[in-house]
C-alpha cells in the first residue's frame, strides 16, 4: 500500500506497507509418525504447512533447529533420513540445534550436503571459519528479508559430550547476533533472528538488547510460547516441539522505517485425527519406518498406566539401579524423551525414550557426597561408599556435573548401551506401573 501527498508539484512518498508471513517449526525431533494422543508426524506438518503457504507470496517457512534424534529411524541412520523428509516441508531457512551434533561434527557436513534449504549460524566458528554461512537474504512478496542463524552460547559445555564439537566452538549469542544484524541492516528491509537458544537468557535479550532485529524465532526449550513476546514494536515467537504446531506470523513492514506496523501470531495445532497426511511424505515416511520396524516395532511389556516424562525417569532410575546391580540409579531429565502410554509397550517406545547412544558408566561416591537428586530421600551413611549408575551425558558433561556437585568424581565406562540396558529390565519386568516422581528430581 502506497499513500501520497502532493506538495508544489511533486510526490512525496510517505510509507510504504509489505505483507509478510512466516510460518516457523522447530525441534520437530524425527516424529515420522503421530504421537499417542494423535497430535504431529511429519506427513501432517507438511500438509497444514502446504495449506498455509498455498496461494501465499509473501511466505516463508522457517525451522528453529533440531530435526533429527528422537526415533529409531533417526538414531538407527545418524539422522541422515530426516533430511530428506525436511526436503519436502518447504523449508526456507533452517539453524542448526544441539541434537544436530549428536552424531558427531563429521557428520555435520553429511547433513549440509543433504539439505536443499540455506542451513545458517552465525556463532558456530573455527577461528575465522564459519560452520555454515551466518545469514541469507531472501526477496519475498517485494520484501528483503534477512536471517540471521544462531545456536545457544553454551552450546558446548551444557549440550554436548566432550569431544561432539570438535574444532567447533561458539561464540555468544546476542554480541554475534548484534554486529550480524549491523553488517546486514541495510541491505535488508526486516532482519529476523533464526535461533535454537535460550528462551528468556538470550531470545528475550535480543529484543531488548538489538534494535536493528525485528523478529526473533526460537526454538529448543520443545514447551514453546504461549503468547508472543513483544518489545517496541519487535516480537519472538516460538511453538510447541515434536511438531504438534506450527506457527503462522503476520506482519506488515514499513519498508522506510523497516519497521513493524501490525503482527498477529496464531499456533496451529497439527491434528493427524482430523486431516489427511501430505502424501508423499507419508510415503516416504512409511518406507523410512519400514526398515527399522523389525528392530523396534516388538512387544516387550505391558504399562498399567499412562506416565509423564519425569514418572517415566522416576520408575528408570530404579530400572537403572536394579539392572546395573548398583546402589543409586540418575538419569538426566533431559535425556528422557518420551512418555508411556497405557497399554502395550514396544520396544519402539524405549528407543523413542531413549534415542540417544548412551554408554552407562559408574562411580563409587562416599554417602556424604551424594546430592538428594541422586537419592532422593534414602538415608545414607556419610563415611560409607555407594555405587551410582548414570549414563555417559550425564556423567561427563561439564554442566550437568557442577550442577549435580560431582565436578571431581571419576566415573568408569561398563561398556554397556543404556537403551539396551533399559530394554532388558523392561522385558524382565513385564508389567509396568506408575512410580511416583520425587519432588527433588
Known sequence: MRVFVFFAGSVLALSQTRPLTILHTNDLHARLQPDDRKQGGLPYVAAVLRKE????????????????????VSTIFKGVPLFDVANKLGIDAFTLGNHEFDY??????????????AIVSANIVDGNRHLVPPYVI?????????????????????FLKPGAAGPWKVTPVVETVARYAREIRGRCDVVVVLGHILDREE???????????????????????????????????????????VGRLQLDVDVSAKKLTRWEWKRIPVDSASMKPAADVAKLAAK????????????????????????????????LREEMKTDFGYLNQGGIRDRIARGVVLERVLWNIFPFDNEVMVARIRGDRIPER??????????????????????????????????????????????????????????????PAPTQR
Not at 377 to 384: F, I, L, T
Not at 391 to 398: T, V
Open 53 to 72: 503457504r498455498a496461494g501465499c507470496g509473501h511466505c516463508l517457512h522457517l525451522s528453529a533447529g533440531d530435526i533429527v534424534q528422537g526415533t529409531p
Open 104 to 117: 558427531g561434527y563429521a557428520q555435520l557436513p553429511v547433513f549440509i550436503r543433504r539439505a536443499r534449504f
Open 138 to 158: 531472501r526477496k519475498v512478496g517485494g520484501l528483503r528479508v534477512g536471517i540471521i542463524g544462531a545456536v545457544m552460547g553454551n552450546l558446548t559445555s551444557g
Open 203 to 245: 531470545a528475550s535479550v535480543i529484543l531488548e538488547k538489538v534494535p536493528e532485529v525485528n523478529v526473533v524465532v526460537v526454538g529448543h526449550s520443545h514447551a514453546g510460547r504461549k503468547e508472543m513476546e513483544v518489545r517496541d514494536g519487535r516480537v519472538a515467537v516460538e511453538v510447541r516441539g515434536y511438531g504438534v504446531e
Open 288 to 319: 523410512l519406518e519400514g526398515r527399522v520396524a523389525k528392530i523396534v516395532d516388538r512387544p516387550i511389556a505391558e504399562s498399567r498406566d499412562d506416565m509423564t516424562t519425569a514418572e517415566v525417569k522416576a520408575l528408570f532410575d530404579i530400572a
Open 374 to 435: 541422586i537419592r532422593g530421600k534414602q538415608p545414607v551413611d556419610a563415611s560409607k561408599e555407594y555405587s551410582v549408575a548414570m549414563p555417559d551425558f550425564a556423567a561427563q558433561n561439564e554442566a550437568s556435573r557442577k550442577s549435580l556437585g560431582m565436578e571431581d568424581v571419576q566415573f568408569e565406562s561398563t561398556g554397556r548401551d543404556l537403551r539396551d540396558v533399559m530394554i532388558e529390565w523392561t522385558k524382565k519386568k513385564k508389567i509396568l506401573t506408575r512410580v
